[in-house]
């Protein structure tokens, strides 16, 4: 498995912008598919956005998309989300993800960072 750490989650007002990175190690970074999810109590861990391994394609949420956007750093083993123009809905403890394919759903990956909080004020 690969090793993921969270970063740069925090307290933002709607219409904020943040940027979460998450950073791998243990294993060749760019054989990895990678993911964002995010999930709030009692509702189950929801699908934000994914990168292929080369990152040259994209996926997005329907929610997100328009607002979100995941890059990757082969070369530094980083995958980043941008998050744009917040909505309160956004709010949530956010994961990132690895496996060796795309997959927007979470029970597809085995390889989960510890999680940040993102929190958006109305």
């Known amino acids: 498995q690969v090793q993921l750490v969270e970063s740069g989650g925090g307290l933002v007002q709607a219409g904020g912008s943040l940027r979460l990175s998450c950073a791998a190690s243990?294993?060749?970074?760019?054989?990895?598919?990678m993911g964002w999810f995010r999930q709030t109590p009692g509702k189950e861990r929801e699908f934000v956005a994914a990168i292929s391994r080369s990152g040259n394609i994209p996926f997005y949420s329907d929610s997100v998309k328009g607002r979100f956007t995941i890059s990757r750093d082969n070369g530094v083993n980083t995958v980043d989300l941008q998050m744009n123009s917040l909505k309160p809905e956004d709010t949530a403890v956010y994961y990132c993800?690895?496996?060796?394919?795309?997959?927007?759903?979470?029970?597809?990956?085995?390889?989960w960072g510890q999680g940040t909080q993102v929190t958006v004020s109305s």
């Open positions: 243990g294993r060749i970074f760019s054989n990895y598919a």
């Open positions: 993800a690895a496996n060796t394919a795309v997959y927007t759903d979470p029970r597809r990956y085995d390889s």
